[in-house]
């Protein structure tokens, strides 16, 4: 009898609220989500569900590379490079070695060498009613003194994957892959109305008003957004494992 009701006033609403909120809220993060410029930050990506209920089987993770990436300045598209913000983007980013989820990880470069993302996979998987996390750092940041960048936030680019496609069985195949990616035309936009369209993983480095202040003729300064091209998600989204590709199947 207790037992009973215990099911039914607390386990069945609690299950039920936490199937609800874990669709409508729980998107696989960065957390922190924002670093102050100036310091090095230990970050993770936090995976928060599974495809549907297949579990997670590897991610891969790509963020702006800053070379060809577009960049919108409180929503006025900029035509000058990213280092009219920020001073150093490029080779920011490294992984942690850690296999207590995947057994398999490694880095993406971008054409200069610098690491652009990262991907893990293998070993284990993520059930999909829990959370995984894949450990980086962030080398300090520095935002152009110059400009007027209150903030710089990148769109980074990330998929869960849940079964191994080929990319033109990604959209058609049932819980095969979730996608935190920027819609910019790339093959890897997903479905409109789809599960997070064009809902990118965001990164946000905020300006340190202190040593940094912003210059008098900037007013309120700028809210600056990076997003990667759609050569660039083409490029370095695929997964390369000892010189193969193995995500998706070519
Ligand atoms: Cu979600």
């Known amino acids: ?8 006033n607390f386990l069945v609403p609690t299950l039920l609220a936490g199937i609800l909120l874990q669709n409508a809220n729980a998107h696989t993060v960065i957390q922190p989500s924002e670093i102050p410029e100036g310091t090095r930050s230990d970050n993770y990506l936090v995976i928060t569900h599974g495809c549907t209920n297949e579990p997670v089987i590897g991610t891969s993770v790509v963020f702006p590379d800053g070379l060809d990436s577009t960049i ?13 913000f920020i001073q150093n983007w490029g080779g920011l980013i490294q992984i942690y070695q850690d296999h207590s989820i ?13 690491v652009v993302g990262f991907w893990a996979g293998g070993g284990r998987t993520i059930a999909s009613h829990i959370f995984g996390r894949i450990p980086f750092v962030t080398s300090a940041a520095l935002i152009n003194p110059e400009s007027c960048a209150k903030s710089v936030r990148f769109a980074v680019a990330a998929a869960d994957i849940c079964k191994i496609t080929t990319i033109n069985d ?8 979730s996608f935190w990616i920027p819609a910019v035309g790339s093959k890897y936009d997903g479905t409109p109305g ?3 369209f064009d809902f990118p993983v965001y990164f946000t480095i905020t300006r340190d008003l202190a040593t940094n202040p912003l210059p008098e003729s ?14 660039q998600i083409d490029r370095d989204m695929p997964i390369q494992f000892n010189g193969a590709q193995v995500w998706p199947q070519p």
């Open 1 to 8: 009898m207790l037992l009973r009701s215990f099911i039914q």
């Open 170 to 177: 990604l959209n058609t195949t049932e819980n095969a892959v």
């Open 218 to 231: 900037c007013g309120a300064g700028l809210q600056v957004t990076v997003r990667p091209s759609a050569a």
């Open 194 to 196: 789809g599960h997070a």
């Open 102 to 114: 995947f057994s398999e990880q490694d880095v993406k470069r971008d054409t200069r060498g610098n």
């Open 72 to 84: 919108v300045a409180n929503g006025n598209p900029h035509a000058g490079p990213l280092s009219d």
